[in-house]
């Protein structure tokens, strides 16, 4: 029987090599994109396939109007959709450019012998990349591993450890946090709307057993977070949590639309290397969802620019049961992402995942007339984003050799096989 949990997880890489078709090329790598984190597991992104690469783009239908009525975390989330993307399409011979629209992306790919290896290194990692809210072990990360962390953690001026010294006094914010948000009703309903039962075929959300939810008490779970305030009970294991990670470390950026996209890029790059690394993590935003919280953690940490996400890190037994995803053909649209195409009348369902549901077939069915998001197709002047050459030894998947089959049928050169 399929399990709509696990399938997206597993593919093939070798049937790319099979696909001659540029258009079904890029699908294949939005397979990888569309395995990216986003909160509340909203998978909050569209996307486009165009001759030049793909255009990536908020789907507002899928806003949290209570836990992030700024969309913060949903153009983290587009970002982190965009270095899944940029990650397997270096992999199969890609080389990428991010060119930023006001609130989204083109990836603009084109077929290189030369992809970039900083990039490639991170491929494995994205199908075994998932949050990990259990508790982790209270040892250290082990010291060849914590350098290679500091090393990426250091490359970005967007990330930082939290120092040990400053650990209980962000552990205490996260408790109070979990407080102030917990109590308010509107916030848990919210929640509530997107938490499943474990067995749901639901293709969004997040199920009962990624908060540790046996399967029976699972079905309860969205009862029980919209009609208990279990603030102090949380506050208290978030603190523990906290206190007793490995490390923290927050991810920081301007409140602007392509600042956040950078910062998703950065948060999933940072996903990645953990991953690979055998690393665990797990967010403790709460503190940032709080506006007077979110300064006291931004004056703590002492970054210029303020905090977005706060995560733990640490050493802990993988994820069982991953979380679903969305399919590709649900995420992808034939018609232009202009925002001036969108009717302004759109309506933006919140209180039933049915009624999302509805609404995208409507969408889909009716072509043209309506697509949510919001790119600008405007091309002037784009900011673009390159990355860095590697600092990282590299270890080669084998299944690269393929690659080298592929391009020799092209008549291309196998250097990189
Ligand atoms: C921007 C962002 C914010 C998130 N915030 C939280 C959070 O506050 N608490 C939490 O437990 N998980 C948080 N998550 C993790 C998501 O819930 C998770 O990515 C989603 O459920 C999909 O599961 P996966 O990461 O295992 O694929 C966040 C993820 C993103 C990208």
Request: hydrophobic share 35%; with cysteine; proline share 6%.
């Amino acid at each position: 029987m399929s399990d709509p949990r696990r399938e997206p997880w597993l593919i093939d890489e070798a049937e790319f090599y099979e696909i001659e078709d540029s258009r079904a090329q890029k699908e294949f790598l939005l397979r990888y994109a569309v395995l990216a984190p986003s909160g509340h597991n909203t998978q909050p992104w569209s996307f486009r396939i165009t001759d030049e690469g793909i255009e990536v783009a908020a789907d507002y239908t899928r806003r949290l109007p209570i836990a992030d009525a700024g969309d913060r975390e949903l153009m983290i989330s587009i970002g982190a959709a965009i270095t899944n993307l940029r990650v397997a399409a270096a992999h199969f011979g890609f080389e990428s450019t991010v060119l930023y629209e006001d609130d989204g992306a083109l990836v603009a790919l084109r077929e290189t012998c030369k992809p970039d290896e900083q990039l490639c290194q991170l491929f494995s990692a994205i199908t075994k990349r998932h949050t990990n809210r259990t508790e982790f072990d209270r040892r250290g990360i082990d010291p060849e591993t914590l350098d290679r962390l500091c090393g990426v953690v250091d490359e970005s001026d967007l990330t930082r450890f939290i120092a040990p010294t400053d650990r209980a006094r962000a552990a205490e914010l996260v408790e109070r946090a979990d407080h102030v948000l917990l109590a308010d009703e509107k916030w848990r309903n919210e929640l509530a709307e997107w938490v499943r039962p474990n067995e749901s075929d639901e293709t969004d959300g997040m199920n009962g057993d990624a908060f540790g939810i046996p399967g029976p008490l699972a079905a309860f779970a969205p009862f029980l977070v919209r009609n208990f305030d279990l603030g102090e009970a949380r506050g208290k294991s978030d603190r523990l949590l906290a206190e007793h990670a490995a490390g923290l470390i927050v991810i920081t950026g301007d409140d602007d639309p392509t600042a956040l996209i950078r910062a998703g890029e950065t948060l999933e790059r940072l996903l990645l290397v953990v991953t690979s690394l055998g690393v665990q993590y797990a967010f403790l935003n709460q503190p940032v969802q709080v506006p007077a919280l979110r300064r006291e953690l931004w004056s703590l940490i002492r970054t210029p620019k303020p905090p977005q996400l706060l995560l733990r890190v640490g050493y802990a037994p993988p994820v069982r049961r991953a979380m679903p995803r969305r399919t590709v053909a649900a995420v992808t649209f034939s018609a232009s992402l202009h925002r001036d195409h969108v009717p302004q009348q759109i309506v933006q369902p919140r209180n039933a995942s049915r009624d999302r549901r509805c609404c995208r077939t409507d969408v889909r069915s009716e072509g043209a007339h309506f697509v949510i998001p919001t790119l600008r197709t405007r091309r002037a002047s784009p900011r673009t984003s390159s990355t860095p050459r590697t600092t990282y030894r590299s270890w080669r998947n084998p299944r690269r050799s393929l690659r080298g089959t592929r391009r020799t049928r092209r008549g291309m050169s196998t250097s990189r096989a």
